[in-house]
C-alpha cells in the first residue's frame, strides 16, 4: 500500500506540473496573438493612410502646384508656342531625306503649318 500511495503521488504530482506548463504556453500564446492582432490593425491603419496618400498625391491640382512651386514651371502660353513646319519629303527614288536632315534646327514657324 505504501507503494502504491508514493506511485500515486508521483502520478499526481508530474500531472499538476503538466498542467501548470499547458496554462503557461497558453497565457503565452494568447499573448503573441493578442499583439499579433494589435499590429494587423495597426498595418490595416497605415495601409489605409498610404492609399489616402496615393490617391492625393495623384490629384492633378497636387502635381501643378508641384510644378510651380518645387520645379518653377509656368502654365502653357498659346501666344508664346512654337511649331515646326513639317518637312516635304518627295517620294522619288533618289530624293529619300530624313525628317531632320529635311528641316534645318533653327527653323521655327510661328502658328501651325
Known sequence: MNRLTFFLLGALILCA???VSAQHEARTLFVALERAQAEEKQLDID?????????????SARIA?????????????????????APRISSAPGAAQTAAAAVPAGDRVEGRP
Open 47 to 59: 495601409w489605409a493612410r498610404l492609399q489616402y496618400q496615393q490617391s492625393s498625391l495623384g490629384k
Open 65 to 85: 502646384e508641384a510644378a510651380r512651386t518645387q520645379l518653377k514651371m509656368l502654365p502653357v502660353n498659346p501666344g508664346k508656342t512654337q511649331y515646326l513646319a
Open 17 to 19: 506540473l503538466s498542467l
